[in-house]
T-cell receptor, first 110, second 115 residues
Framework: GDSVTQMEGPVTLSEEAFLTINCTYTATGYPSLFWYVQYPGEGLQLLLKATKADDKGSNKGFEATYRKETTSFHLEKGSVQVSDSAVYFCALSNDYKLSFGAGTTVTVRA | SAVISQKPSRDICQRGTSLTIQCQVDSQVTMMFWYRQQPGQSLTLIATANQGSEATYESGFVIDKFPISRPNLTFSTLTVSNMSPEDSSIYLC????????????FGEGSRLTVL
């Protein structure tokens, strides 16, 4: 079945540091890929998405590129802020079902 | 976008009891999804609720334990039956964005603690 593997956390960074969260997937067909984010005390929300190979999703300074050859969708941000502290989930969609990774907790310190 | 309201937001329950979680969406949607997020874990799909038909349950989840109602296109309930401490989780209702396959909008979740 479909599955998503993302790097384990927690990750602790200083402000303005570079953030990478690795995500790889296993799926049949051509899934869409997503990053969801859960800020402290808030509900889960979509951060960015990519629907086909080589697409780059971007939002709030975050980027991720759909790499079919390496079955990856790594999340990156060049300069993090304290407000980026959250739990990040990589996910894939096949048919109408979403499969989520385990989540990576990111803490950014001032 | 869709605005999703869940009730209760949190509850503490006794072993052996049942609790019903309500989910209200501000627009009509065909499918509503119920997820479970156990402590420190990712989200696991429990079932998909379609209006006018029985819910479709994922492997490991059964109707007797998690009965679902879907009386109309904006509302659904999930009941957690005969609870045990292992059912302590956050239960999330979600819907797909109109014309946006895979893009889910989530409620804030219902955090259940079973003693």
């Amino acid at each position: 079945g479909d599955s998503v593997t993302q790097m384990e956390g927690p990750v602790t960074l200083s402000e303005e540091a570079f953030l990478t969260i690795n995500c790889t997937y296993t799926a049949t067909g051509y899934p869409s890929l997503f990053w969801y984010v859960q800020y402290p005390g808030e509900g889960l929300q979509l951060l960015l998405k990519a629907t086909k190979a080589d697409d780059k999703g971007s939002n709030k300074g975050f980027e991720a590129t759909y790499r079919k050859e390496t079955t990856s969708f790594h999340l990156e941000k060049g300069s993090v802020q304290v407000s980026d502290s959250a739990v990040y989930f990589c996910a894939l969609s096949n048919d109408y079902k979403l499969s989520f990774g385990a989540g990576t907790t990111v803490t950014v310190r001032a | 976008s869709a605005v999703i309201s869940q009730k209760p937001s949190r509850d503490i329950c006794q072993r052996g009891t049942s609790l019903t979680i309500q989910c209200q969406v501000d627009s009509q949607v065909t499918m509503m999804f119920w997820y479970r997020q156990q402590p420190g874990q990712s989200l696991t799909l429990i079932a998909t609720a379609n209006q006018g038909s029985e819910a479709t349950y994922e492997s490991g989840f059964v109707i007797d334990k998690f009965p679902i109602s879907r009386p109309n296109l904006t509302f659904s309930t999930l009941t957690v039956s005969n609870m045990s401490p292992e059912d302590s989780s956050i239960y999330l209702c979600s819907v797909e964005g109109q014309g946006r396959p895979g893009e889910l909008f989530f409620g804030e979740g219902s955090r259940l603690t079973v003693l």
